[in-house]
């Protein structure tokens, strides 16, 4: 699987994404900046978390207008698979690649620690190495992460399935214990229609390694290997 990590000014994950991506390939990642208006053709770009811009404005919306999100829309319509983490979430729905938005948390407060996740379907290319239902735990780091859609949208993600990931207790109850955000019906990761484009909060780059206090995020990288080799 030959992937991409696209680089803004800003972004501060991208080197564990790339860490993860190799430790689970044996092969360095591209990597992209914002300013490149094409790159190599590539199996997987990866628009990864960090302070794009400084987050002025709102965070991601003006990364989703740098030169290379141009690119990376028209390989998404060619069905290219696009990973948004965190920050990378945030700028792949202000480009228009995903619906709903993300708001500032719910107690206006930064965030960072380890939560729950639920697996919503394993019928995807990034999450077929999970069981649905299954609870993972991975780490969160942000202030934005309070994803919003009106109910139209939420009735759609739900029918069609396009739910990745929801915050949860450890026992996998879906409530506003588990929800470190205040995400609605405690979302913690979207896809497209074609589930070719996810966007996720946490921080699966985070959890791939036990001395890192976790290796549930593993899977999710070995989905796509085992989805695009």
């Known amino acids: ?20 991506i190799e430790l ?18 590539t199996d997987l770009i990866v628009v990864p978390g960090g302070f794009s ?22 390989r998404a319509a060619q069905g290219v698979p696009v990973l948004g983490i965190c920050n990378g979430f945030q700028i792949v729905t202000e480009a228009g690649l995903l619906p709903g938005t993300l708001m500032r948390n719910e107690k206006l407060k930064f965030i960072c620690g380890d939560v729950h996740l639920r697996v919503e379907t394993s019928q995807s290319l990034f999450t077929n190495r999970y069981q649905a239902g299954q609870v993972v735990k991975v780490p969160v780091a942000h202030a934005e992460g309070n ?10 993600l739900e029918d069609r399935g396009q739910i990745a990931f929801r915050y949860c207790s450890s026992d996998g109850t879906i409530d506003t214990s588990g929800n470190p955000n205040g995400s609605i019906r405690n979302i913690a990761g ?19 390694e036990p001395m890192f206090g976790g290796s549930d995020g593993k899977a999710l990288f070995e989905s796509l290997v085992e989805a695009l080799s």
């Open 1 to 20: 699987m030959k992937a991409a990590i696209l680089v803004f000014p800003g972004s501060n994950r991208e080197g564990d994404v790339a860490k993860a």
């Open 24 to 41: 689970v390939t044996g092969r360095k990642p591209q990597m992209i900046w914002h300013g490149d208006g094409d790159f190599e053709k």
């Open 53 to 74: 811009y400084g987050d002025y404005l709102r965070c991601g919306a003006m990364a989703a207008q740098s030169p290379v999100m141009a690119e990376v829309r028209k």
């Open 147 to 156: 994803y919003f859609a009106d109910e139209d949208t939420l009735k759609k």
């Open 190 to 208: 979207v896809f497209n229609e074609t589930k070719t484009v996810m966007g996720l909060m946490p921080h699966p780059e985070n959890a791939v």
